[in-house]
């Protein structure tokens, strides 16, 4: 059984920096890629960025500035951290697994697995 859970949501000061983790279970991140999305009210779900499973990083054009994503493969965990946060960046963030990689890691529709989600807040 595939099960993939977020952690270190909270609530971070604007300015500061956020450290999220996505550990994967039933499943190898040298066969899928890991990509982290976002939910804000009111908003659609939005691709943030991904690692494929060769190890290679895709992050969308608003934030490839301000984020860094890694992985452990031992740990079977996938790091999304992100710089000089504002209220912008509030929202529930998700990772969610791919068979897929490069450009297509864009799409939700392009991803098996979904974790459940952590919120986070930034506040000013």
């Known amino acids: 059984q595939v099960q993939l859970a977020e952690s270190g949501g909270g609530l971070v000061q604007a300015g500061g920096s956020l450290k999220l983790s996505c550990e994967a279970s039933?499943?190898?991140?040298?066969?899928?890629?890991i990509g982290w999305f976002r939910q804000a009210p009111g908003k659609e779900r939005e691709w943030v960025a991904a690692?494929?499973?060769?190890?290679?990083?895709l992050a969308a054009d608003s934030a490839e500035e301000r984020v860094t994503v890694s992985r452990d493969v031992a740990k079977s965990t996938v790091y999304l951290q992100m710089n000089s946060v504002t209220a912008e960046d509030t929202a529930v963030y998700y990772c969610?697994?791919?068979?897929?990689?490069?450009?297509?890691?864009?799409?939700?529709?392009?991803?098996?697995?979904w974790g459940q989600g952590t919120q986070v807040t930034v506040s000013s």
């Open positions: 969610a697994a791919s068979e897929v990689t490069g450009i297509p890691l864009a799409k939700t529709r392009n991803y098996v697995y």
């Open positions: 690692i494929s499973w060769a190890g290679t990083v």
């Open positions: 039933g499943l190898s991140l040298r066969i899928y890629s």
